[in-house]
């Protein structure tokens, strides 16, 4: 009978197993070191485009404010809005003073149908037209419609309107017309002048 032991003096390893093992981790680890490497490169050339960007951004952005800041020179919006008033206040002056309520009452006489009565004129400004408010009385309505296309056809009016009909006690109408007024006209073929009031009371007398 034969007796096996292991006479040496250190314990047995299997060295090839051991091997083995620290050779995969030192792969793994070249291959983390190569991953971080890489991600680092990545993430440094992102740094550097998104550097550039902004960079970029902040130049347009620096560019436009001084554009901005160059119009805002030129163009000052409170002076330009303080002239406009004043053109429009000037020009309002300039209709006051040239309105002529001679001219104005020449035109409604040589173009006003016998059967209707002016009652009152009102002038005002609106923004840049002169506006004329006219009040008439009448029995029937339908001479004011004449009345007006007559004051249009003379030149004196534009965009002449009734605004309101107004039935009195004693059966007539006030009527409000209102329109913008462009000086006293002149009589035209297509609306000859209306009959003054003068004359049916002459013949009246007669």
């Known amino acids: 009978?034969?007796?096996?032991?292991?006479?040496?003096?250190?314990?047995?390893?299997?060295?090839?197993?051991?091997q083995v093992v620290l050779t995969g981790l030192a792969v793994g680890l070249v291959l983390l070191?190569?991953?971080?490497?890489?991600?680092?490169?990545?993430?440094?050339?992102?740094q550097r485009d998104l550097a550039a960007r902004i960079a970029r951004d902040e130049g347009r952005a620096a560019s436009l404010r001084r554009e901005a800041?160059?119009?805002?020179?030129?163009?000052?919006?409170?002076?330009?809005?303080?002239?406009?008033?004043a053109t429009r206040e000037a020009n309002a002056v300039i209709d006051?003073?040239?309105?002529?309520?001679?001219?104005?009452?020449?035109?409604?006489?040589?173009?006003i149908p016998p059967d209707v009565r002016l009652q009152?004129?009102?002038p005002s400004i609106d923004g840049e037209a002169l506006m004329v408010r006219l009040v008439v009385n009448t029995r029937r309505?339908?001479?004011?419609?004449?009345?007006?296309?007559?004051?249009?056809?003379?030149?004196?009016?534009?965009?002449?309107?009734?605004l309101e009909e107004q039935l009195?006690?004693?059966?007539?109408?006030?009527?409000?017309c209102l329109g913008r007024y462009l000086g006293p006209g002149a009589p035209t073929p297509?609306?000859?002048p209306a009959p003054t009031t003068a004359a049916p009371a002459a013949a009246g007398a007669n």
């Open 96 to 111: 006051a003073r040239t309105f002529s309520w001679t001219a104005l009452f020449n035109v409604i006489e040589r173009t």
């Open 120 to 122: 009152a004129v009102m």
């Open 141 to 162: 309505v339908e001479p004011v419609g004449a009345f007006m296309d007559r004051l249009e056809a003379a030149g004196a009016f534009r965009d002449l309107r009734s």
């Open 168 to 176: 009195l006690d004693d059966g007539s109408y006030n009527v409000v």
């Open 33 to 46: 070191s190569a991953f971080t490497v890489w991600q680092l490169v990545s993430l440094t050339a992102q």
């Open 69 to 85: 800041q160059q119009v805002r020179g030129r163009l000052d919006a409170a002076r330009l809005d303080a002239t406009v008033k």
């Open 190 to 192: 297509d609306a000859p």
């Open 1 to 18: 009978m034969m007796l096996r032991g292991n006479l040496a003096t250190r314990p047995f390893y299997n060295e090839r197993a051991v």
